[in-house]
Nanobody, 124 residues
Framework: QVQLVESGGGWVQAGGSLRLSCAAS????????MGWFRQAPGKEREFVAA????????YYADSVKGRFTISRDNAKNTVYLQMNSLKPEDTAVYYC?????????????????WGQGTQVTVSS
């Protein structure tokens, strides 16, 4: 059974930083591309960042480019999202997702495995 467990969310003031983690089990982590998505109240879930198998290929939404960094540690079966210069509009529930592909996608429909999410709240 695949399990993705996010952690590291919380409350932070605008301009601050948070680091999210997602621990995976029940799958061959090193052959899964990983993604981070977020969903704000009343809005659809949207793509944030993704990373390929080896970690050399990364992809970002324009809204977070230059502020967020996705990385992975295949030895620890964990993917990270370092979030800097946070803005109130980054407030959302953040989800990690996995897909057994070399190259990740940016669509929610492309990921079969999802975590339960972690809340990030950025105050102004």
């Amino acid at each position: 059974q695949v399990q993705l467990v996010e952690s590291g969310g919380g409350w932070v003031q605008a301009g601050g930083s948070l680091r999210l983690s997602c621990a995976a089990s029940g799958l061959t982590f090193s052959t899964n591309a990983m993604g981070w998505f977020r969903q704000a109240p009343g809005k659809e879930r949207e793509f944030v960042a993704a990373i390929g198998w080896t970690g050399r290929s990364t992809y970002y939404a324009d809204s977070v480019k230059g502020r967020f960094t996705i990385s992975r540690d295949n030895a620890k079966n964990t993917v990270y999202l370092q979030m800097n210069s946070l803005k109130p509009e980054d407030t959302a529930v953040y989800y990690c997702a996995a897909v057994p592909r070399v190259v990740p996608g940016t669509s929610t429909g492309g990921y079969p495995y999802w975590g339960q999410g972690t809340q990030v709240t950025v105050s102004s």
